[in-house]
T-cell receptor, first 114, second 108 residues
């Protein structure tokens, strides 16, 4: 299909609500990543997974959780959203786990927390 | 964390050459990537350097000096469609750390 997809495209959320951002890839890539992108700060790694069943924390993991039940899906959950989590969220995947492989990015989810 | 610096903005004329510099300080260096990101879109891969030297790919070239913690992306024969942000990303401890990006505006 499309390589890597994300849903929703955009969302406005009340503070304190729970939200799950979805990410699916059809490239059978081992590694998957979640980043947030904020103006002037660039992309920052939230969580990653090197293979199904394993996850790790990135640079800014607080307030977020992930799971990797299978190779294709890597959802990101905000348990209780706060305004500072307003951002553009990108999911990415790569074939290898050494970091030396090109990462393919999804189209992003624009999240606004009020 | 990693310290990755690149200029915020650059402007150039169509047909010209622009060089975007990136300096970094990191431990466990395993290579450096350049990505292109058009406004409102996802980043897309441009180049990867792990050894010192120049990698050329069409109109785009990327250079790395590991001893100096320095890389540059060279864009030749600029076209209007090259107006975008260019992201420098360092592979350290098997994860990518990104610079804030350089926005390049190409003027006619």
């Amino acid at each position: 299909i499309a390589g890597i997809t994300q849903a929703p495209t955009s969302q406005i959320l009340a503070a304190g609500r729970r939200m799950t951002l979805r990410c699916t890839q059809d490239m059978r890539h081992n590694a998957m990543y979640w980043y947030r992108q904020d103006l002037g700060l660039g992309l920052r790694l939230i969580h990653y997974s090197n293979t199904a069943g394993t996850t790790g924390k990135g640079e800014v993991p607080d307030g977020y959780s992930v799971s990797r039940a299978n190779t294709d899906d890597f959802p990101l959950t905000l348990a209780s959203a706060v305004p500072s989590q307003t951002s553009v969220y990108f999911c990415a995947s790569s074939a290898g786990t050494s970091g030396a492989n090109e990462q393919f990015f999804g189209p992003g989810t624009r999240l606004t927390v009020l | 964390g990693q310290n990755i610096d690149q200029p915020t903005e650059m402007t150039a004329t169509e047909g010209a050459i622009v060089q975007i510099n990136c300096t970094y300080q990191t431990s466990g260096f395993n290579g450096l990537f350049w990505y292109q990101q058009h406004a409102g879109e996802a980043p897309t891969f441009l180049s990867y350097n792990v050894l010192d030297g120049l990698e050329e790919k069409g109109r785009f070239s990327s250079f790395l000096s590991r001893s100096k913690g320095y890389s540059y992306l060279l864009l030749k024969e600029l076209q209007m469609k090259d107006s975008a942000s260019y992201l420098c990303a360092v592979n350290s401890d098997y994860k990518l750390s990104f610079g804030a990006g350089t926005t390049v505006t190409v003027r006619a």
